[in-house]
């Protein structure tokens, strides 16, 4: 007899040969996004709080602040803002997608059927937009203040 993964026996149960490709993208870029995202919460962790560390007036952790200055001189203009700006947009995209997948994910394993897996998904796509809509509001501020 030979060894099936998981999915391979789920697949046999439900009579599949393969996953539907609606449930693989979901859990593909779940995977993936996580991935990404702890490079890219390093990366925002370690600019915010540990690099202005030798900015004028600051001498010891307790006394940094990070000002609304210090946040737009950064994403002003040149290839290092636009730097800045890419890994913002990829970091609120990929947070979006992976704390609301998570959510929906959630949602479809405390058993919510066809119509309430629609309503779900929609209302999260919906909640993600609008989110993402705010995030690059608030980046443009920055842009427009520097």
Request: positive net charge; aromatic residues 12%; hydrophobic residues 50%.
């Given at each position: 007899?030979?060894?099936?993964?998981?999915?391979?026996?789920?697949?046999?149960?439900?009579?599949?040969?393969?996953?539907?490709?609606?449930?693989?993208?979901?859990?593909?870029?779940?995977?993936?996004?996580?991935?990404?995202?702890?490079?890219?919460?390093?990366?925002?962790?370690?600019?915010?709080?540990?690099?202005?560390?030798?900015?004028?007036?600051?001498?010891?952790?307790?006394?940094?602040?990070?000002?609304?200055?210090?946040?737009?001189?950064?994403?002003?203009?040149?290839?290092?803002?636009?730097t800045?700006?890419?890994?913002?947009?990829?970091?609120?995209?990929?947070?979006?997608?992976?704390?609301?997948?998570?959510?929906?994910?959630?949602?479809?394993d405390?058993?919510?059927?066809?119509?309430?897996?629609?309503?779900?998904?929609?209302?999260?796509?919906?909640?993600?937009?609008?989110?993402?809509?705010?995030g690059?509001?608030?980046?443009?501020?920055?842009?427009?203040?520097?």
């Open positions: 007899m030979a060894v099936m993964n998981r999915m391979e026996q789920r697949a046999r149960q439900v009579g599949r040969t393969r996953p539907s490709s609606k449930t693989f993208y979901p859990w593909f870029f779940q995977r993936v996004t996580g991935v990404f995202l702890v490079g890219l919460l390093a990366a925002h962790i370690i600019v915010n709080h540990f690099t202005n560390l030798g900015a004028a007036g600051v001498s010891t952790r307790e006394t940094e602040l990070i000002t609304f200055e210090n946040v737009a001189h950064r994403l002003a203009g040149g290839l290092l803002g636009f800045w700006w890419t890994i913002d947009l990829l970091l609120l995209a990929f947070v979006l997608y992976h704390g609301l997948n998570g959510i929906r994910n959630i949602a479809l405390m058993g919510v059927k066809k119509q309430g897996d629609r309503l779900v998904t929609m209302t999260l796509t919906g909640i993600g937009v609008v989110a993402f809509g705010f690059i509001a608030a980046l443009i501020a920055f842009q427009r203040y520097h």
